[in-house]
């Protein structure tokens, strides 16, 4: 009888042995049901319970008492660190959680746009990033912060290159700018840095590394066309060989600060502004945009020309007619602003 009550004992003992085995692995292997990959973005606001939020609404956990279980005994309420964390259907929460405590977390491919100002590059840079583009903001007008990248007010959206680049979510402003800072560098390599020589020569002055993105972002701000862009970056070197005024419209769109104007009238050109090229000889005294990669190629790589004037195409193209002489150009004007008046076109 004794035998017979001991085999009970060890038959019971031994399934709560398996059933607790059972439920530790299942507890282990505990995941996501996902088709594809998401991401959870914890910033400096989040807490244990926030992050569960999240976990619940954007990656279908299998067991959220499970992501209680392990957060309690890794102690993730000390351990948050902000950051972009990938969740994929074969990650555990055990390793989740453990990403989130060690800071694993997945970088981001940060788009640095051609934009016309620096706030909109903050606010760019914001919606892809942890900081906010207030923040960016001020920090892109603080002078000393200018001053110790080596640019000034007027040269820094000559910082940053147009590209892609590999960021983490949570980068700080700091070194996001400092990360841009050695793109720059790194841009401006040893065959971009050559052709300055042959620049200046076509110029008929010394064209620096900033006065070539100056003039690529007058060169951007006149056409959206890469192709045509060669051509005009030599219609500008002749008129500054030419020493005759540049007379871009957005220039004088920039100076004014009103990028909603679709024409320039003779009103606008008598603005006091050293970036208005209908008063003022040469380059005004920084880019008026970011310049595009194609802008800054386009006039390291200019075309060789004649051309002196160019007048947007009346079919309203984007492109462009170009003149030798003031006659032709007269002729070319004549039909941009018929086509204006035709469509109601009035500023």
Known sequence: ????????????????????GVGAWRMYRSGFQLNESTYIYIDTDDDVDSIAQKTLRQANPESMRVFHLYAGLLNLKDKI??????VTSDL???NFIRNIRNHNEKPVMLVVPSTRTMDKMAGKLANQLMADSTSIAQYLQNETNIKALGFTKESLPGMFIPNTYEVYWDVSIEKLMERLKKENVAFWNEERMGKLKEVSEYAGETMTKE????????????????????TIAALYMNRLRKQMALQSDPTVIYA????????????????????????????????????????????????????IYMCAKEDFSGTHNYAVSYGEHLINAARYTKALNERGIKR
């Open 1 to 20: 009888m004794a035998k017979k009550k001991n085999k009970v004992w060890f038959w019971a003992l031994l399934c709560i042995i398996v059933a607790a």
């Open 81 to 86: 660190r902000t950051g972009r964390y990938e």
């Open 92 to 94: 555990t929460m055990l």
């Open 211 to 230: 006065k070539v993105i100056t003039l690529a972002s007058i060169v951007d701000s006149e056409t959206a066309n890469n192709g045509e862009k060669p």
């Open 256 to 307: 004014i600060g009103d990028f909603s104007i679709r024409r320039v009238l003779h009103e606008h050109l008598k603005i006091e502004s050293p970036y208005n090229t209908y008063r003022n000889l040469g380059l005004p005294p920084g880019p008026i945009r970011v310049p595009s990669i194609a802008g800054i190629d386009a006039v390291l790589n200019h075309d060789r020309n004649d051309y």
